[in-house]
């Protein structure tokens, strides 16, 4: 999809708005896997999430190669729209979003702010991302997809940055939504000849790609009912499966519950705030401790875009008996 050198130029590209963002090792959270973990925090970006990575990259090579674009338009629960905003901010392009009905106040917020456009439109993002293509013919926009080799090649600068600074880690967790950051761990992986092995993480209930891994054909799904929105893909694309399907070991699935646990842990044990998606792949790793023995672990924590009462409902009420007990 795309050399070194062309990975180097889109860490360029980024770099002028995003300075690299940190790779930890908490002891805490080593203590609780019971081995070395490294975290990549995405949460650090200026939008929340690795998202913006693939953003600005997509947008400058769009301003290169079609200097007459009128303007951009996307669908997206939350961090890819923040992304796609940003770049048409940073890049003078007016940016129209669809989102579905009841998406995340906060991230519909974010990205207002960020100068979008906002419609709501559709019960899920599949509905709202065939509206958005329809708006797209209608007023000839440029239609962001939400995979695009441009966006891979974006996303894949955390991969870079990461292995750049751990590239001893035995296995990566990396969360799947439409599959940019998966795709993007395992080209970066691949160009950098390392043998990290890569495990995708999705939703139980929006196990669209966690299926076509296993079939090793496209599995489409009729809901994608999670909280963890950035997981919640329900038609995966065909391309980045071919990626999934050549570069990763496997496919975990968790639960709600389990990535409610492992934002709490991020919190307790980092003070870090992750969303769904970001905490997935701490949930996978807890899930399957038994087998990191022994192995230095890496997870992407790929965005920290949680809704307060989200936050509230999963972290909270767990949280308040211990502090009753303490008083």
């Known amino acids: 999809m795309f050399t070194l050198a062309e990975l180097e130029q889109a860490h360029a590209i980024v770099a002028a708005a995003v300075p690299a963002t940190p790779a930890h090792a908490w002891p805490l959270l080593s203590s609780r896997l019971g081995t070395d973990v490294v975290v990549k925090h995405e949460n650090h970006t200026p939008a929340g999430a690795f998202k913006v990575r693939g953003g600005l ?68 993002f599949q509905e709202a991302r065939e509206e958005a293509g329809r708006h797209a013919a209608r007023e000839s926009l440029q239609m962001v997809p939400s995979f695009h080799p441009d966006l891979v090649r974006g996303v894949a600068t955390y991969a870079l940055e990461l292995f750049r600074t751990a590239p001893d880690l035995d296995v ?48 489409t799904t009729n809901s994608a009912d999670t909280s963890a929105d950035g997981l919640a893909t329900r038609s995966p694309d065909a391309d980045a499966l071919a990626i999934i399907l050549k570069g990763a070991s496997r496919i975990v699935q968790v639960s709600d519950a389990e990535i409610a646990d492992a934002v709490r842990i991020l919190w307790t044990d980092t003070h870090n705030l992750a969303e769904g998606a970001g905490a997935a792949p701490l949930a996978a790793a807890l ?37 009753a007990g303490a008083a």
Not at 190 to 210: C, F, H, M, N, R
Not at 305 to 322: E, G, K, S, T, Y
């Open 287 to 323: 899930q399957e401790k038994p087998k990191l023995v022994g192995k230095r672990v890496g997870l992407v924590l790929s965005g920290g875009n949680i809704d307060l009462d989200l936050f509230r409902r999963w972290v909270m009420p767990a949280a308040a008996p211990a502090e």
């Open 172 to 219: 990566l967790y990396v969360p799947i939504g439409q599959g940019s950051g998966i795709c993007g761990c395992i080209l970066a992986r691949d160009l950098l000849g390392l043998k990290t092995e890569i495990v995708g993480v999705q939703s139980t209930e929006a196990p669209s790609y966690a299926l076509s891994f296993a079939a090793r054909t496209v599995v």
């Open 57 to 124: 990259v997509y947008v400058d090579n769009l301003k290169r190669t079609q200097p007459d674009v009128r303007g951009l338009i996307t669908a997206t629960r939350g961090n890819h729209g923040q992304s796609v905003a940003f770049a048409g901010r940073r890049n003078g392009l007016p940016v129209t979003i669809y989102v579905p009905r009841g998406n995340s106040v906060e991230k519909n917020r974010a990205m207002a702010a960020f100068g979008a456009e906002l419609i709501e439109h559709g019960s899920d």
